[in-house]
């Protein structure tokens, strides 16, 4: 019912900015809680931010003050800004849709901070 498909990965410089897309095809994208998380090679998967339909949003320690999570529920689309990038966020960021009897999961972007 719900397919998520992120983009605008790549490569920075330590201080540098990227903003994520996750554009989802569907019906119910507007009830959802949408979520980033994160994963190094090597290391568990990890929170990042969340956003509920009210729009109230949540950050990992690790991010606040430098990352911000919006959706545009017209577009059906989750973006995830981030700014002051530091080596530590590289990963593989997934976007993550949530609700009652619902957990969808893209296919995950490739996000490299170098110094």
């Known amino acids: 019912q719900l397919q998520l498909v992120e983009s605008g990965g790549g490569l920075v410089q330590a201080g540098g900015s990227l903003r994520l897309s996750c554009a989802a095809s569907g019906s119910i994208f507007s009830i959802m809680t949408m979520a980033w998380y994160r994963q190094a090679p090597g290391k568990q998967r990890e929170f990042v931010a969340r956003?509920?339909?009210?729009?109230?949003?949540y950050y990992a320690d690790s991010v606040k003050g430098r990352f911000t999570i919006s959706r545009d529920n017209a577009k059906n689309t989750v973006h995830l800004q981030m700014n002051t990038l530091k080596p530590d966020d590289t990963a593989v960021y997934y976007c993550?849709?949530?609700?009652?009897?619902?957990?969808?999961w893209g296919q995950g972007t490739q996000v490299t901070v170098s110094s």
């Open positions: 956003i509920n339909p009210g729009d109230f949003s």
């Open positions: 993550n849709a949530v609700n009652v009897g619902h957990d969808y």
